[in-house]
């Protein structure tokens, strides 16, 4: 198994920056969408493991 990328990865830390998109719900699931200032050439899936 590789080694987290930062020391936050598994100690947690309160973020300073302010959210840019919204809550919504998708299929039934909670998510959240941040949406680009203008119009995106890929798409990017997150999908996270147990460590964040």
Do not use: Q, R, W
Not at 11 to 20: F, L, N, V
Not at 34 to 41: D, E, G, I
């Amino acid at each position: 198994m590789a080694a987290p990328s930062c020391p936050n990865c598994l100690t947690g830390y309160m973020k300073t920056e302010k959210p840019t998109g919204a809550l919504s719900t998708i299929h039934g699931l909670n998510t959240y969408v941040a949406t680009p200032p203008n119009t995106p050439k890929a798409l990017i899936v997150m999908i996270p493991d147990i460590f964040g």
